[in-house]
């Protein structure tokens, strides 16, 4: 055992080089796009109370009953990984007094955690970028917040494989209506229907539309939809999301199918899917949860969220070989030891004044250039004894081939970019 080779836990991954890269262009796109619409990003912590997602995502939905890490901690009190990010914004919401101070818009981006089989884009451990619109009950809440979302997915050249549809689950009243029909229709294929669903036809029977099972799907196929049972609130809150979508400009289409897979969601529910990740289609998606901030103890607060999965985003980037190249470093070659406390100047000087710069621990004139070479390097800048003597360096452009003297003064400007 001793000198077995440790790998990381089943369903996690390192982060390395260009696929960090990846990563961290979708973060900084989605922070500064958040940014661009008034979001102010928030940091929960990464576990939290139980009851944080038993009561948030309800006790029907699988992150629930089949897929949240949990455990006792020493106190005897029960904790759980966060599996996503929405009920713990809305918790931190409460807790800590802003609950008065609404509408309130807040962007976060970090790992989730869920037990279910690892495939293609999914992990036991994930990452997640997401936005929460928390107090505002209008359909100009739910257009922006996806408009948002669609603006991230355009920055990061992804919005030409990606397809918005978009569904209303209504109200508390529209939905009763709804749920019996469903029941009444599921119930009499009860035995056709696969294990889950068959909990489910009591409990939840929405969120048999959202089974994957292809039992499921001959049956769901002829399901009844939502539309009949609007009320006229639920209505007119479905044709204003719809103007103000197209007012936003943006290109949509209605599917009746989409439920969402957590207990929390009202009115609209949205995905924006793709066929270029196989069968995990759905890259951004979220809707409106008028009851999370409630359930968590606060007043009545009507929100509007979405969230995305970094490692779907980063597959869908690698695909389109939209990697962020390296960057690519100045290197400072010291010709002898002579000059090192010269070249360790010069270097610092360099990184001050925001160059990426670089020099070798050890190694003569021409392993430092080969290293140089080796990293991609853009350019070197060789110190020798006549070099240190009149302040100056030899630049020498590693794409060019060309090589310059250039005064250490001017340096910083004649780098600045690269």
């Given at each position: 055992?001793?000198?077995?080779?440790?790998?990381?836990?089943?369903?996690?991954?390192?982060?390395?080089?260009?696929?960090?890269?990846?990563?961290?262009?979708i973060?900084?796109?989605?922070?500064?796009?958040?940014?661009?619409?008034?979001?102010?990003?928030?940091?929960?912590?990464?576990?939290?109370?139980?009851r944080?997602?038993?009561?948030?995502?309800?006790?029907?939905?699988?992150?629930?009953?089949?897929?949240?890490?949990?455990?006792?901690?020493?106190?005897?009190?029960s904790l759980?990984?966060?599996?996503?990010?929405?009920?713990?914004?809305?918790?931190?919401?409460?807790?800590?007094?802003?609950?008065?101070?609404?509408?309130?818009?807040?962007?976060?981006a970090?790992?989730?955690?869920?037990?279910?089989?690892?495939?293609?884009?999914?992990?036991?451990?994930?990452?997640?970028?997401?936005?929460?619109?928390?107090?505002?009950?209008?359909?100009?809440?739910?257009?922006?917040?996806?408009?948002?979302?669609?603006?991230?997915?355009?920055?990061?050249?992804?919005?030409?494989?990606?397809v918005?549809?978009?569904?209303?689950?209504?109200?508390?009243?529209?939905?009763?209506?709804?749920?019996?029909?469903?029941i009444?229709?599921?119930?009499?294929?009860?035995?056709?229907?696969?294990?889950?669903?068959?909990?489910?036809?009591?409990?939840?029977?929405?969120?048999?539309?959202d089974s994957?099972?292809?039992?499921?799907?001959?049956?769901?196929?002829?399901?009844?939809t939502?539309?009949?049972?609007?009320?006229?609130?639920?209505?007119?809150?479905?044709?204003?999301?719809r103007?103000?979508?197209?007012?936003?400009g943006?290109?949509?289409?209605?599917?009746?199918?989409?439920?969402?897979?957590?207990?929390?969601?009202?009115?609209?529910?949205?995905?924006f899917?793709?066929?270029?990740?196989?069968?995990?289609?759905?890259?951004?998606?979220?809707?409106?949860?008028d009851?999370l901030?409630?359930?968590?103890?606060?007043?009545?607060?009507?929100?509007?969220?979405?969230?995305?999965?970094?490692?779907?985003?980063?597959?869908?980037?690698?695909?389109?070989?939209?990697?962020?190249?390296a960057?690519?470093?100045?290197?400072?070659?010291?010709?002898?030891?002579?000059?090192?406390?010269?070249?360790?100047?010069?270097?610092?000087?360099?990184?001050?004044?925001g160059?990426a710069?670089?020099?070798?621990?050890?190694?003569?004139?021409?392993?430092?250039?080969?290293?140089?070479?080796?990293?991609?390097?853009?350019?070197?800048?060789?110190?020798?004894?006549?070099?240190?003597?009149?302040?100056v360096?030899?630049?020498?452009?590693?794409?060019?081939?060309?090589?310059?003297?250039?005064?250490?003064?001017?340096?910083?400007?004649?780098?600045?970019?690269?």
């Amino acid at each position: 055992m001793a000198n077995s080779k440790l790998q990381p836990p089943r369903g996690t991954r390192d982060l390395l080089a260009e696929e960090f890269r990846r990563h961290h262009r979708i973060i900084k796109t989605a922070r500064r796009v958040t940014a661009l619409y008034g979001f102010e990003e928030w940091a929960t912590p990464v576990f939290e109370d139980t009851r944080v997602f038993s009561r948030g995502l309800g006790e029907t939905s699988d992150v629930v009953s089949k897929e949240m890490y949990s455990f006792d901690d020493r106190g005897g009190e029960s904790l759980t990984l966060r599996p996503e990010g929405t009920a713990g914004v809305c918790r931190a919401l409460v807790s800590n007094g802003l609950a008065q101070a609404l509408p309130r818009k807040v962007f976060y981006a970090g790992p989730m955690f869920r037990y279910e089989r690892p495939q293609a884009g999914r992990y036991r451990q994930f990452h997640q970028i997401g936005a929460e619109v928390l107090g505002a009950a209008e359909p100009l809440a739910d257009a922006e917040a996806i408009s948002c979302g669609h603006h991230i997915l355009r920055e990061l050249g992804l919005d030409a494989g990606v397809v918005l549809e978009v569904n209303t689950l209504g109200d508390a009243e529209s939905r009763a209506g709804y749920r019996a029909a469903l029941i009444a229709h599921f119930a009499a294929h009860r035995d056709a229907l696969s294990e889950d669903s068959q909990r489910r036809l009591e409990r939840n029977p929405l969120r048999i539309i959202d089974s994957k099972e292809a039992q499921d799907r001959a049956l769901v196929a002829d399901a009844p939809t939502i539309a009949p049972f609007l009320t006229a609130a639920a209505q007119a809150h479905w044709d204003a999301l719809r103007r103000h979508l197209d007012g936003f400009g943006l290109p949509w289409r209605e599917n009746p199918r989409i439920v969402r897979g957590l207990d929390y969601y009202s009115h609209t529910a949205f995905e924006f899917i793709t066929d270029r990740l196989g069968a995990q289609g759905t890259v951004l998606a979220g809707g409106r949860y008028d009851g999370l901030v409630e359930e968590m103890g606060g007043p009545p607060t009507p929100s509007v969220g979405w969230a995305a999965g970094v490692e779907r985003l980063a597959l869908l980037m690698e695909g389109a070989g939209l990697t962020p190249p390296a960057p690519r470093l100045v290197v400072v070659v010291p010709v002898s030891e002579n000059e090192q406390p010269a070249a360790l100047s010069l270097l610092q000087s360099l990184r001050e004044a925001g160059v990426a710069a670089e020099m070798a621990y050890r190694g003569n004139l021409k392993r430092r250039m080969e290293r140089a070479n080796k990293q991609g390097a853009r350019a070197a800048l060789i110190l020798g004894e006549t070099e240190v003597a009149q302040g100056v360096a030899q630049l020498r452009d590693l794409d060019a081939g060309t090589q310059e003297e250039i005064a250490w003064a001017a340096l910083p400007a004649r780098l600045a970019g690269g």
